[in-house]
């Protein structure tokens, strides 16, 4: 009996590591970027109620610093207070979700058993799949309701839109709730692997005692435990099932079940790979990269904003006659030229670089366009996706320097425009500091998804010259 239960033992610590690092490299990516997906999508929505004046985002929206996952309220309010409730409440969502897929490492170590909970209550602050004016919960009723008003009068592509938010959100927060529910069965099981290894395992740990009954087995386990472990975290039902697997007349049947259980569900009849893709790293980089966009946008509108500010004409006779005949001659306004100090983070020293106002808008807006793209799996994806690695790194590569290079611009725009605007409107301008730290810890993200990508390919080639073999074949 002792023999089997080695083996057995043997057989599960080798499925529990396979299937940890499957749920790394595959499943939780894949949860990340359904979150990725539903934080683009609820923006989008909340940009068209935004305009439809039908909520009041959070004022106090870009003051507030998430360190941690939260919940967003779910209590009812009254019908005339939506626009500034639902408007709060979806700025906080919108808030969570972005920490989420900015800062949040998707692993089996940082989702935990209790971390997995609070993302579960988080996940139900909307329910996707019925939002309706007539649903009986708060949140759900007052966004229904908001929908419908935004549908009213508005053109195709709008509806269109909306539509095809909530779908995407439905589909891809079904997706992350099984994800999770399949990440809690499997954080049980690591549980039992441990209590396994740490306990029966160690040598105050009486084996021979212990398989006399399954009372006996229990009584060595508590005892070991509070040695190795302490009081807290004794899941008595969890204790019960590794009893069982040791010693139910139907033991043979319980290792099996739970063994197969273990077993990595493939989608295709390649060979499973021993470790992970190194496209799929990269991809996930260029998932990363798409999650720029958001922060980026925000940073276009504010910088455009700041730039009419900044060029705005004065109210004097003089300058109204000269618009008067610019518009009788059919001119065109001259683009705007700022010429800006930009300092060296590596050498200190400090340069002034002169940028086109127009062209340079232009060029942000087409990122933020592009990177959303990235973000939704549009066609900008699909092309990338299906490039070589080469081409792929090559291209991320690249963006990463642009972003470097636009951060360093942003950042003297905000001290530009502190100082030049007048006096007298310097209370419109937008201040761009957290959006350029969190842009800021976007390229980091990026960045650093790069560099585990890179290293891998050194460890493969690497492996290779040592002839230990392709590990991804």
Known sequence: MEEDNKNFTGQLEAALALKKEWLNSDLLQDTLNQYRLVYTCVKNMSEIFQKKSLIVPDPYKFDQKISDIGTVETEAFADNETDKVLGYRL?????????????????????????????????NTFDWKNISSSSITPNNKALGEVVNQARMNSPTVTISTLNDCLAKCADSMTKINRQLAELIDFQREMYKGRIRKDVIEHPDFDMNKAMSSPDAELAEIKKVYAKVIGKKNFYTDLIQEIIDEDQAPNKADLQSRLLNKLQIKQTNTKKAKVGPDPKFLLLGAISALGAIAPTLNQLHQKVTENFEILFEPKKSFGAALANFFKKILGLKDADHIVSLTIEDQKTGQKHTQKIQVNPFLEDIAKKVRNYSGLMTKGPEYKKIEAASEELVLSFLNKQISDNQSLFTVLNALDEH?????????????????????????????VNKKRGEYVSYKEELEQMNKLGIGKVNE
């Open 91 to 123: 700025s906080k969502y919108e808030m969570i979700m972005d920490y989420i897929c900015t800062y949040f490492r998707f692993s089996v170590d940082t989702l935990t058993i209790s971390k997995v909970k609070v993302f579960l209550e988080f996940n």
């Open 417 to 445: 425009f502190k100082k030049n605007v007048d006096i007298l409107k310097k209370y419109r301008v937008k201040g761009l500091k957290i959006d350029l730290a969190s842009y800021r810890n976007s390229i980091i993200n």
